[in-house]
């Protein structure tokens, strides 16, 4: 009976500690011309505990209009022995917005959801930087004053809906006498635990309430795999 007791007051308090964990996740994106290089990494308990998700390769099929990615996975210090490649066509992209538009169409109670739940996400660190050059200087004077306005509504919408801790890194170089792409991009953001459980009750709660439920059908599933 003892040793029942201490079990489940253990469970209690690591229930508890598990609420109050904060998910620290990294978001890494870089891209150079025709490299691409995407990694997501989650964290908790200063990073005892972490997960990664890499997709190193991104790049046009040169058979059909679609695009091929590569991606693997790595638990703590051990990584996949295999990478994933799944290739991603028009007709994928096509079928997940339309799955997207009805959802947020039919539901509209769920914004409400989300956006309770993103006050509670608070932005670590933003960084991005880019360098831009189309073989044009006067083009590519117009390119730069364009992503300077499109970086300044993302950090409008972001400082909108979630909590922006840290002051933005932006920046953008122009290249007058050349053509390259290249953008590096960083983001780590943070939030209890409890609060995505929270969210995730609600929503529960909101799809038993009679909602239309949204289908979980998707053509990413399907097992299609491309050599690079």
Same mark, same amino acid.
């Given at each position: 009976m003892i040793w029942l007791l201490a079990s489940l007051i253990i469970l209690f308090l690591l229930f508890i500690l598990i609420l109050f964990t904060k998910l620290t996740i990294l978001l890494t994106y870089f891209h150079h011309n025709d490299n691409d290089d995407l990694k997501v990494e989650f964290r908790i308990w200063f990073g005892l505990i972490r997960y990664k998700k890499s997709i190193p390769l991104i790049k046009v099929d040169?058979?059909?209009?679609? $695009?091929? /990615?590569? *991606?693997?996975?790595?638990?703590?210090?051990?990584?996949?022995?295999?990478?994933?490649?799944? =290739?991603?066509t028009n007709k994928d992209v096509k079928s997940y917005w339309k799955r997207t538009q009805d959802l947020l169409k039919n539901v509209k109670g769920l914004q409400i959801i989300i956006r309770k739940f993103s006050q509670k996400i608070s932005i670590k660190e933003f960084e991005w930087q880019t360098m831009i050059g189309i073989?044009?200087?006067?083009?590519?004077?117009?390119?730069?004053?364009?992503?300077?306005?499109?970086?300044?509504?993302? $950090?409008? /919408?972001? *400082?909108?809906y979630l909590k922006l801790k840290t002051s933005?890194?932006?920046?953008?170089?122009? =290249?007058?006498?050349?053509?390259?792409?290249q953008t590096?991009?960083?983001?780590?953001?943070?939030?209890?635990?409890?609060?995505?459980?929270?969210?995730?009750?609600?929503?529960?709660?909101?799809?038993?309430?009679?909602?239309?439920?949204?289908k979980n059908k998707s053509n990413f599933s399907n097992d299609r795999t491309k050599s690079i």
């Open positions: 040169e058979d059909s209009p679609s $695009i091929v /990615v590569k *991606s693997s996975t790595e638990t703590g210090n051990a990584e996949s022995s295999k990478p994933k490649v799944t =290739q991603i073989g044009d200087a006067a083009h590519t004077a117009i390119l730069t004053g364009a992503l300077w306005t499109l970086k300044g509504s993302v $950090i409008g /919408v972001l *400082s909108q933005p890194k932006l920046s953008i170089t122009p =290249q007058f006498q050349g053509s390259v792409v590096y991009f960083q983001c780590i953001f943070q939030f209890r635990i409890g609060y995505a459980i929270l969210a995730g009750l609600k929503l529960i709660k909101f799809w038993k309430g009679g909602k239309p439920p949204f």
